[in-house]
């Protein structure tokens, strides 16, 4: 399998100035991103994640270590403005504030930014635009003022901006984190229906574990260190090393370790709450026959 | 009602003005202006009244929101009339107060002028300000301009500015109302005490609101970066401008007026108007 991303030993420092210390955000980070493959990164709040991301968009250039994006080495001395322009119109991000990432004043004007800058002709433009708003279902704003629209709203126009440069690969930097459940879900969708049916390789940052429980693989940051990566149904069946790092787990999980804990015979890698409640009914009844 | 600054005082419609091309409107409107300044007689005034007139009804804008556009002009027209017939000395005196004499002259130049005054401001914000969006007329400027860009004028990047102007002053006037709430919240007083107590006051405000301005503009340039802005060389456009026929016909249409004015001005002596 051909790998988008790949990240050897990354380290990263924030430079500290007078009194203020170097912040050594990221030590020895290695991973893989596979082609078309969905990854959740999980981490508390400090723990590298927005900084990976940067390093992975070519936002900020990392202390030691590599970076291959499409087994292009894009980090060291030689690395040209060109390759650079080539890795960004291949790996595109969605911040966590829309506000600070919309740039005109009108919602399609925005959502062309993009592309205008990759140079595309104009009826080519307009097709991906719409394309782009109606695939986060903002097609009846695209006349409208961002400044205008709820927090939610805005970070749609966000997604459709990057959806638009059709790249290989977006970064969502606790994108949906401004949502109402409601919204989160449709942002989610939307995040699936491009890693499922266009094929983009989707890294998602979050916090909500039931999002990361939806992911291929999942990769755990801890103090600037890769915890642990694997699958959801992998990194999940260790609660304890989560509670340690500060995370949780999704509460399907919970329920099923409690269980497992009192004796119960469950599996713990299920997130589904019709499974999870078909599997503590199964392991019941199968208790319920041993007692008797 | 929270005025749009993205909008500016656009009106919504559909109008001939408002399909015109934000280039040829540019140009218009500079002729327009420059034919209103040529104008010196009744005869060529009346007819600029008319054409204006004529341009208010194609836009099928309202007049009351033309009076309102009018009234923050109304203290210069007063002011311009006022000088006029105060200081004017012509051959017809009026009424004769020894310190200020008015004369017939004074009174029908003060006429003029403010007529003059009154059809440049209509005139104009029927090509621009209640027809074009300001995203429209910023890109209008940019592309009139290219050609300076050869010579290294930096027009994309003063047009970028603008746009980026556009999009940020709503949410910095938001800003601004939160950071004040915030203060008030705490005890600070913006309404009352002496203006220097007032304008100390601010200084709660103005601080945070730069600190948020300077993040944010940080947190843009790092987006717009990796949204692949390398500046304006190799960039596209969606909306591509395309003059029509009218867009010509309207150059022509002004061109043919000024012309007119200079003929009238020349062949039709008598009541010019002096300034
Ligand atoms: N611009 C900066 N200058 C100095 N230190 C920074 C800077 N940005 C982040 N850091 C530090 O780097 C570490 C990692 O920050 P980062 O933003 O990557 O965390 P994160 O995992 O994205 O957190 P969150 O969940 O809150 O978004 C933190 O300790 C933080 O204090
Ligand atoms: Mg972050």
Redesign the pocket.
């Known amino acids: 399998m051909e790998n988008t991303i790949e990240v050897k030993n990354l380290c990263f420092t924030?430079e500290g100035y007078g009194d203020?210390p170097d912040?050594e955000?990221l030590h020895d980070v290695s991973f893989t991103v596979e082609k078309g493959s969905f990854t959740a990164i999980l981490?508390?709040?400090?723990?590298?994640?927005?900084?990976?991301?940067s390093v992975l968009c070519m936002l900020s250039e990392p202390a030691s270590g590599e970076v291959y994006i499409n087994g292009k080495l894009m980090t060291g001395e030689d690395v040209t403005d060109e390759d650079v322009f080539d890795a960004r119109r291949r790996v595109g991000m969605v911040f966590?504030n829309p506000d600070n990432q919309i740039v005109a004043s009108v919602v399609e004007e925005d959502v062309a930014f993009g592309c205008e800058n990759l140079g595309l002709p104009p009826a080519e433009i307009r097709r991906r635009v719409d394309d782009a708003l109606e695939c986060v279902g903002m097609r009846k704003y695209a006349r409208h003022s961002p400044h205008k629209l709820s927090g939610g709203q805005k970070q749609r126009v966000a997604i459709a901006g990057v959806i638009a440069m059709k790249r290989d690969c977006i970064i969502f930097?606790?994108s949906t984190a401004m949502l109402d459940p409601m919204g989160r879900r449709e942002v989610m969708e939307t995040i699936e229906y491009l890693n499922k049916v266009e094929g983009v390789t989707v890294i998602l940052?979050t916090?909500y574990m039931e999002e990361a429980a939806r992911a291929d693989r999942v990769i755990v940051?801890n103090g600037?260190r890769v915890l642990t990566t694997g699958t959801p149904g992998e990194v999940f069946s260790e609660p304890e090393l989560l509670w340690d790092a500060d995370l949780d787990v999704p509460q399907t999980t919970e329920l099923l370790y409690r269980m497992k804990k009192a004796g119960l015979d469950v599996r713990l890698d299920i997130f589904d709450f019709e499974e999870c409640a078909a599997e503590i009914a199964r392991a019941v009844k199968k208790r319920q026959s041993e007692v008797k | 009602m929270k005025m749009d600054i993205a909008f500016g005082q656009y009106c919504e419609g559909n109008s001939i003005l408002h399909r015109l091309d934000p280039r040829a409107k540019l140009i218009i409107s500079i002729i327009y202006i420059v034919v209103l300044f040529l104008a010196k007689n009744v005869f060529t005034f009346a007819l600029l009244t008319l054409t204006t007139m004529a341009l208010v009804i194609l836009s099928g804008i309202s007049l009351r929101v033309i009076a309102g556009g009018l009234k923050p002009i109304l203290f210069i027209a007063l002011f311009t009339a006022i000088i006029n017939i105060f200081f004017f000395t012509g051959d017809t005196l009026l009424v004769d107060l020894k310190i200020v004499k008015i004369y017939l002259e004074g009174l029908f130049n003060a006429g003029l002028i403010v007529l003059r005054i009154v059809l440049l401001i209509v005139s104009t914000s029927m090509f621009l300000t209640y027809t074009t969006t300001p995203l429209a007329l910023t890109d209008g400027m940019e592309r009139l301009l290219s050609p300076l860009a050869k010579i290294g004028v930096p027009v994309h990047d003063f047009s970028m500015m603008m746009t980026i102007a556009l999009r940020f002053i709503p949410t910095l006037i938001e800003e601004t109302g939160k950071i004040m709430n915030a203060q008030k919240a705490r005890g600070a007083d913006f309404t009352s005490g002496g203006l220097i107590k007032r304008a100390r006051a601010i200084i709660p405000i103005i601080i945070p609101l730069f600190v948020s301005a300077f993040r944010r503009a940080g947190d843009l340039a790092t987006a717009m970066e990796c949204r692949c802005y390398t500046g304006g060389a190799g960039r596209t456009r969606m909306n591509v401008l395309h003059a029509k026929w009218y867009d010509f016909a309207f150059v022509l249409a002004v061109t043919a007026l000024g012309a007119a004015v200079v003929l009238m001005n020349i062949y039709l002596p008598g009541y010019t108007v002096t300034m």
């Open positions: 924030y203020v912040v955000a981490g508390h709040n400090g723990s590298g994640k927005s900084t990976l991301a966590q930097d606790e940052i916090h940051m600037g």
